[in-house]
């Protein structure tokens, strides 16, 4: 029998909760998993090194992106298979790989579905599987933490990133692969590991998370209008059609702005830096994902 752990962010909830997960997995055989709950998902890396400790050899992470990106940033390298229970507000990670938001189902994929090896991407020593980024969406992102996004999940985005398109763009130099990329003004930077944001909008085109590379895209577009239109492009067409986007694929991204700017990771907002240091490693987790059809 697998040694099976469970590591869940306790303030997140689908169905009948964390106890019909304990249900469903006894059902399934799985009675005395290594169970652990964090108020936080900062948290999540120490429990989760705890169970590999222990022996785990599958692992469910119970939560939204930020809950998987904490436990991938310890998972990655070990060899544990993770299976995720999307129970977050976003969970983009889960729904780019088609895994529902239902304990039945994710269980049995967790327990019956077959191994995926895919990327992630690192940046300033920090492990990311979805998307990384600064200015536009790490302010949104910081803004919403805490009180809005939970009383209004992905509406609090909406509300924070109408307020923060008034805020000056700054000035980047990005240097792909050790080459220099773009130097001007910008008002957002962003790293993908996946192509999809809220809605189904692709932020990238043709992103796989098992491909090498990841997707980097800058855009200088300024106030309600221009944003509005970079959108517009977006949902209609692709990204890199707009005339204040540029968008390419690297292995390696150095990021130097011009003052200190908001970062975030999988939607968790970090402390603002000046420079920001990004590479792909290929093939450092495994999750369980559905079978074939």
């Given at each position: 029998m697998t040694k099976v752990a469970v590591i869940?962010?306790?303030?997140?909830?689908i169905g009948g909760g964390l106890e019909e997960l304990r249900v469903v997995l006894s059902r399934a055989g799985i009675t005395d998993p290594i169970w652990s709950e964090v108020p936080k998902s900062r948290?999540?890396?120490?429990?989760?090194?705890?169970?590999?400790?222990?022996?785990?050899?599958l692992v469910f992470v119970w939560g939204g992106d930020g809950m998987v990106q904490r436990s991938i940033d310890r998972?990655?390298?070990?060899?544990?298979?993770?299976?995720?229970?999307?129970?977050g507000t976003a969970n983009l990670f889960a729904s780019s790989l088609d895994i529902p938001s239902d304990i039945e189902e994710a269980v049995e994929i967790g327990l019956n579905g077959r191994d995926r090896t895919l990327d992630v991407g690192k940046i300033n020593g920090e492990r990311f599987a979805v998307m990384a980024g600064a200015g536009l969406d790490a302010h949104m992102i910081e803004e919403a933490d805490g009180g809005l996004k939970d009383r209004f999940g992905r509406l609090a985005y909406i509300w924070t990133a109408s307020k923060s398109l008034r805020k000056e763009p700054f000035k980047a130099r990005i240097e792909i692969n050790d080459?220099?990329?773009?130097?001007?003004?910008?008002?957002?930077?962003?790293l993908g590991n996946v192509g999809s944001l809220f809605g189904g909008i692709e932020a990238f085109d043709n992103a796989?998370?098992?491909?090498?590379?990841?997707?980097?895209?800058?855009?200088n577009a300024e106030g309600l209008g221009q944003w509005a239109r970079t959108v517009a492009r977006t949902a209609i067409g692709t990204t890199a059609q707009s005339p204040f986007v540029q968008v390419t694929k690297a292995k390696k991204v150095r990021i130097e702005l011009d003052r200190k700017v908001a970062y975030e990771l999988d939607g968790g907002a970090r402390e603002p830096t000046k420079l920001l240091k990004v590479k792909i490693q290929p093939g450092a987790i495994t999750v369980r994902v559905?079978?074939?059809?």
């Open positions: 869940a962010h306790a303030g997140k909830t948290y999540a890396p120490e429990r989760v090194q705890r169970a590999l400790d222990e022996g785990a050899e998972l990655a390298g070990s060899g544990v298979t993770f299976a995720i229970i999307p129970a080459e220099l990329w773009y130097k001007g003004k910008a008002s957002c930077v962003l796989e998370p098992d491909d090498g590379l990841l997707e980097v895209g800058v855009t559905p079978m074939p059809a």
